[in-house]
Each structure stands twice: as C-alpha cells, then as structure tokens.
C-alpha cells in the first residue's frame, strides 16, 4: 500500500515537472511576451553600447550569459559572431567580421585589450564608434575605469583610417556622439546627456556628447535646460520632460547627487512608466557627467 503511494507521488511530480518544462521552453504565443525594455540593470543583463537604425552609438541591454563578461561583450560586439544575434534587431555590432580578442589583462581598474589585425578592417563610418562603443560598453563593468586598445600587441594610437589621434587610455571623457559648437579649442565644456529614441514600440537611451564654447561649469542646469529644450534638435532623439519643469533645488556630496522638482515633470504625470524614463535620462546624464554612483530624485 505504501509502496502504491509512493509510486503514485512519484508519477504526479514528474508529470507536473514535465507541463512546466513544456511551458516554460515552449510558451503558448497568446500568454508569452518580451518586456518592452529593462530600464534597471540587474544581475541577469548587461548594459550595452553599440549602433542603432538612426547610426548612434546607443544602450540597450543584454541577458548576462557567461562568467566572462569582458570576453561576452566583445564577442557581442563583433559582427557575425556567435553571439551578435543577442542584440534587438535595430542595432549591428561595430567591430569588424572576423575579428578576434586574442587575450587582455585587468589591474587596478585599467583594462587592456589586445585584438586580432581585423580589428583594423573597420570603415571610417565606424572607427569613432566602435571605439565608443568599447569605452562606454566596458566602463560600464563595475572593475574598469579605463581601457587600451592593442593589435597585435601594438598599442592602437590614432584611428585607422582617418588617422585622428587617441588618447593613452581611454575612458568616458572620450565622449560619445560627439557634437561640436565651438569657436575655438578654449574653455570648451562637454556635457553627455541621455536623449530617448524609439524604435516601433521600444524606448531605448542615446547619449550625446556636446562640447562648446563655455566656462559655465553647473552641469545639473545644463542638463535640465538640454532636456526641456523644445524641439530637440534631431527628429529622431526624444525628451519627455516638460518645458515649466522647474528644478527647485540640488545638492552634491561626496558621491551622490539629490535633485528636488516640481510635479510638471512631464506634461501628463498619468504615464507612470514615461516618468520613470525621464527620471533615468536625467540620472544617467548626470551619473556620466559627474561620475557619481548615486543619484536621488524627489518630487513634491
């Protein structure tokens, strides 16, 4: 009798653990469905940097998938790679076909790189962005400050085809999407601000370096005064926050940054979801532009 009912319980699990194995890995198409977009990263996805349609060097996230994730990431990045298919599929991977990490080493923050000749097979539409896209995809890893780029074990010092000059070591301060409004090369100020796009139904983030001629140094109003600015300045970059937003105060500490502002954040404080967007442009210019770890935002 007792032996029955084991049998019997045994038979019930298994049978249960096989539908959910079937559910799982074989979803009905009326209940499955891919989230929009993951805004908060976590310890399943990675933040990536790499082209979209509009030919920016754009975020968006991928599922973390090895132990590795240096390794993970360029291999992303590499064009018909194993795993290029991982990215959605508005955006290509910038670093040319075929091209190979051949070993790198980290200490104490600084990342070196040492690729396969490919790497220099890259076209000069490209070049600036793939060198983008490795700063701000890499430095987004919580171990690395910054990065050199070796081929061949021959430090990489100027771009391959256009020849432009690269700093030793590479990190944010590169900038991203560069855009010059400059008169000269004195008191120049380089902001990064976080512009959404939007591909069909998906928002995603674009970053935009935009250097000019200025000594004002109070990024937190330069930021603001960029996002509210209507209309922004490409079609195709979005900014949601309202143009009567007013920031009513600020402080900065050591390694966080709180902002306070008026409920007109947006024009409609109905869309919950397109608050939270705002509120992580502003937070991740401000994060990128002062290096901050923490950044608080209150609305009355």
Do not use: W
Request: charged fraction near 25%; charge should be negative; include cysteine.
């Amino acid at each position: 009798m007792l032996k029955r009912h084991a049998i019997k319980k045994i038979i019930i699990s298994t049978g249960t653990l096989l539908i959910f194995f079937l559910i799982y890995f074989f979803p009905n198409q009326n209940n499955f469905s891919i989230p929009e977009e993951v805004i908060y990263i976590d310890e399943l996805t990675l933040p990536l940097y790499t082209i979209d349609q509009n030919n920016y060097v754009a975020r968006t996230n991928i599922i973390k998938k090895e132990n590795d994730d240096i390794n993970y990431i360029i291999n992303v990045l590499t064009k018909g790679s194993i795993n290029s298919n991982y990215l959605p599929s508005n955006f290509y991977s910038p670093i040319p076909k075929g091209t190979k990490l051949i070993d790198y080493s980290l200490n104490d923050g600084l990342l070196k790189l040492n690729f396969s000749k490919e790497l220099l097979n890259v076209t000069e539409e490209d070049e600036e962005k793939m060198i983008e896209s490795l700063i701000y995809s890499l430095c987004e890893l919580d171990n690395v400050k910054n990065i050199m780029i070796f081929v061949e074990n021959e430090k990489l010092n100027e771009l391959p085809n256009s020849k432009i000059k690269l700093p030793t070591t590479l990190d944010k301060s590169y900038g991203i999407n560069k855009v010059y409004d400059i008169k000269n090369f004195k008191d120049t100020t380089k902001t990064t601000i976080y512009y959404l796009s939007k591909y069909e139904n998906d928002f995603y983030y674009v970053p935009i370096s935009k250097i000019t001629n200025s000594d004002e140094k109070n990024y937190v109003e330069i930021i603001v005064n960029e996002l509210k600015t209507s209309p922004i300045y490409e079609n195709n970059l979005l900014s949601y926050l309202n143009a009567s937003y007013e920031l009513e105060s600020y402080e900065i500490l050591e390694n966080s940054i709180t902002l306070s502002f008026n409920n007109n954040l947006i024009a409609s404080l109905e869309d919950k979801d397109l608050v939270e967007k705002v509120k992580y442009s502003i937070s991740l210019s401000l994060r990128d532009t002062y290096n901050l770890d923490n950044i608080i935002i209150n609305m009355n």
